[in-house]
């Protein structure tokens, strides 16, 4: 082996224990004379690279990888790019790297793992399941650092999905691997607290979907200490301290009840699902979140949309917006879809999504939106795809309001309606201070035909029929994210925007 | 936001032993000779910044590293937060946010050294950090116990350490009686089975009427930490430099990003920041 190579390794673990405060000489002549590099082992390569990385050199821990064939060091480059925030990078090597000839089937395996751990810090869940389930196929190479990551990158996506059994099968098998990981490790081993941490933040979670006051309190003490303790000892701005302590902060400022959204997502997620293959997949672009909002008629849509979309700063479009704004300039598409709405028709498919791709083509639309009554169904979410991978870009995530049908009906069916200011009233939430009389205008109120029992009835059949192969389209897609819709308006938006926070960036 | 009022004065009986502070919502911290009269599991009274008395037992004892750990039997009500802990690097402005009474001052000063090895009296060598004082006073018992705290402006405060005995004629000879001792964070938690990953581990998937319950030393200890009943030395604890390079080892031999930055709890964080904004905004 090379001498330089070790030398400088040493330098720098020299500058770790606070011996020496700079790698000195060493690095500059080994950086110079790549073949001292390349004599070096694997694994001598890649240690240097992750100790220059911890001392501050993070671009000289990526030269050191730099030029270097092996799967092994291209995985640690996947690594140091992740460790940065570098989601895209960090991709974008280890796909690469997938090509990169190793006879190791244990590297492999670390390669797919890590791709499943970056796709899904960087919001591509149906990727990391995809990759997450390459990795987890590679059965001869057993190991507990990788099984750790495994269960936690799946505990995850279940959580995300809201995927009760999945997340109780992820999280026996995290407990599984870690206690072996500890085994190895030893308990003295500082590693060992970020074990614990992780072990802690998936117990936070499982207790939250179990309602377990008791559990997600002492799961939440746990990570307290393991994440002060991971402080003490690595200081407090280390990768592994700050991951404890943002967990704990987080755990902390979630409500102590189970979150309703994990349970309500159940039904949808139950159903078998196929991801499909990652290299068909694209990253969102870098800019904005793309979110399609879909619910029944009455799950408040529309108020959502509006509080949604102001809170990112993205436009909201609204497929009655854009239908309003044609018909009303008298646009080409206007007049054609007015000749339909004048016969009583529906608007052809090509009609509407015309409308909708000029909207989506405008300049505001370009830094992400909110999509409100389209697609409806399954052919239209199909050419949305299509259209967004014509714009180079793809849906971000598709948020499900959802609310119990006779929720539904209560709601519509206490809706009274001014005669002469069309303001709407409820009878429940939002009643005028005399019953029947329009507080605005002292017009008289009245229910809409559209608000009658029957005629709910009748439109959440059709949007069951419509709608619920379009749920089912998303949920395949991996991007689909349902919340429960009942309660305050408040109390739906700020589930809603917990439920978009890992999407948005 | 994290304050300088987190250490506590401890009584037994209404004798004051000395001081303290807290850790979290279940445990204290305190060096052993503060309360060597109270064997594990005695009750004690223990004051807070803010006036609020609360009971305490002790916990265990760590007593050739002059530390022990106490439990807090009652949940507080003051939200007195103990800052975050940290390492100390040569060079750091420290300051001791307790004072025996108001007639004493504030310690404060340099850090000389962020890591050495002491040799505390009951004869355990302990990872400690080495103080420079500037309030002369040369004898600075009833100090010990309390936290040192390293002082960023326009920071918060972070944990560094606690005081312990000092013994300025055994430590060396020569030296200046206004250097200080304090173990280091890092060393003072590695000490306690109740701290310890093993415990940890076990708390977290004890059965649901399990509730978070320390082990007054005298039961049956847990094997993976310093055996702190016990009290026996353990001098081969690998150095916190060394675990450091141990830890780069590991992660670049197992070839796997950390877990705990993937979880899903981590990035729900920005979320609640950016939440808090706008309830700011509103």
């Known amino acids: 082996m090379s001498e330089l190579l070790r030398e400088t390794i040493n330098a720098a673990e020299r500058v770790i224990a606070g011996v020496d405060s700079r790698v000195g000489d060493y690095l500059g002549r080994l950086l110079s004379s790549p073949g001292e590099l390349r004599s070096g082992e694997d694994f001598e390569r890649v240690y240097l690279a992750a100790l220059l990385d911890f001392i501050g050199l993070h671009d000289e821990a990526v030269d050191v990888l730099r030029d270097a064939p092996d799967a092994m060091s291209r995985n640690m480059e996947g690594m140091l790019a992740a460790a940065h925030g570098q989601h895209e990078q960090a991709r974008n090597i280890l796909v690469e790297a997938l090509d990169a000839s190793t006879d190791s089937p244990l590297v492999r395996k670390q390669m797919l793992v890590n791709l499943a751990a970056v796709s899904l810090r960087a919001g591509s869940v149906g990727e990391a399941e995809a990759w997450i389930g390459a990795a987890a196929a590679i059965e001869q190479a057993e190991n507990p650092a990788v099984d750790v990551l495994i269960a936690t990158v799946r505990a995850s996506i279940a959580s995300r999905r809201g995927d009760l059994q999945a997340l109780r099968s992820a999280a026996a098998s995290l407990e599984e691997a870690s206690k072996s990981r500890l085994a190895e490790l030893g308990t003295e081993h500082p590693q060992a607290l970020a074990i614990v941490a992780n072990m802690a933040s998936a117990e936070i979670m499982l207790a939250r979907a179990d309602n377990s006051a008791v559990r997600l309190e002492r799961a939440i003490d746990v990570l307290e200490v393991a994440a002060f303790r991971l402080a003490a000892e690595f200081g407090v701005d280390h990768p592994q301290a700050k991951a404890a302590m943002a967990s704990l902060a987080a755990a902390r400022a979630e409500p102590a009840s189970v979150d309703a959204a994990v349970l309500l997502t159940e039904q949808v997620t139950a159903e078998e699902r196929t991801p499909s293959a990652p290299d068909e997949q694209r990253l969102a672009g870098p800019l904005g979140v793309r979110i399609v909002l879909t619910g029944p008629p009455g799950a408040g849509k529309g108020t959502q949309a509006h509080f949604i979309a102001s809170h990112l700063a993205i436009p909201r479009i609204s497929i009655g917006d854009i239908f309003r704004y044609n018909v009303t300039h008298n646009t080409g598409l206007g007049t054609k879809a007015k000749e339909h709405m004048d016969r009583g028709d529906l608007v052809p498919h090509a009609v509407t999504v015309a409308m909708v791709r000029d909207r989506l083509a405008e300049d505001d639309a370009q830094a992400g939106f909110l999509l409100d009554g389209f697609p409806r169904n399954v052919p239209q979410a199909e050419t949305l795809k299509k259209m967004l991978a014509e714009f180079e870009t793809r849906l971000t995530v598709v948020l499900e309001l959802v609310v119990d049908e006779d929720e539904v009906v209560r709601r519509l069916s206490d809706r009274r309606t001014c005669r002469r200011c069309e303001r709407v009233w409820h009878m429940l939430y939002d009643p005028p201070a005399r019953p029947g009389i329009c507080d605005d205008c002292g017009g008289e109120l009245f229910q809409r035909d559209d608000d009658k029992e029957d005629v709910i009835r009748h439109r959440l059949e059709v949007y069951n029929s419509q709608t619920a192969p379009l749920i089912a389209f998303y949920a395949d897609e991996g991007i689909l994210v349902g919340i429960d819709a009942t309660g305050s308006v408040e109390e739906v938006t700020s589930r809603a925007l917990s439920a978009l926070a890992p999407y948005v960036r | ?282």
């Open chain 2, 1 to 282: 936001v994290a304050g300088t009022d987190y250490w506590i004065e401890i009584f037994q009986q209404g004798t004051r032993l000395g001081a303290g502070f807290l850790l979290n919502q279940h445990h204290a911290l305190t060096a052993f000779h503060c309360v060597r009269s109270a064997e594990p599991g005695q009750y004690l009274e223990l004051s807070l910044a803010t006036g609020e008395q609360i009971p305490g037992r002790v916990c265990e004892h760590a007593r050739g590293a002059d530390l022990a750990l106490i439990d807090l039997l009652k949940p507080r009500e003051s939200t007195l937060v103990t800052p975050s802990a940290d390492i100390a690097d040569r060079g750091d402005k420290w300051s001791a946010p307790y004072r025996p009474s108001t007639g004493d001052p504030y310690l404060s000063g340099d850090v000389l050294e962020g890591k050495i090895t002491y040799r505390c009296e009951a004869g355990l060598h302990i990872e400690a950090l080495q103080l420079g004082c500037s309030e002369r006073l040369g004898d600075y018992s009833g100090y010990s116990g309390g936290p040192v705290e390293r002082l960023v402006t326009g920071r918060e405060p972070s944990l560094l350490g606690i005081l312990v005995e000092q013994f300025p004629d055994r430590q060396a000879p020569g030296r200046a009686s206004d250097v200080l001792f304090a173990a280091t964070i890092a060393e003072a938690l590695r000490r306690f089975n109740c701290l310890g990953v093993g415990h940890l581990v076990n708390v977290l998937y004890a059965d649901e009427q399990t509730p978070w319950k320390c082990r007054p030393a005298g039961e049956a200890q847990l094997s993976d930490t310093a055996s702190p009943g016990s009290r026996v030395p353990v001098e081969s604890r690998i150095t916190a430099a060394d675990s450091i390079v141990e830890t780069i080892r590991e992660w670049a031999r197992s070839g796997v990003l950390d877990p705990a930055q993937v979880s899903e709890l981590t990035l729900r964080v920005a979320l609640r920041l950016v939440d808090s904004n706008w309830a700011d905004d509103a």
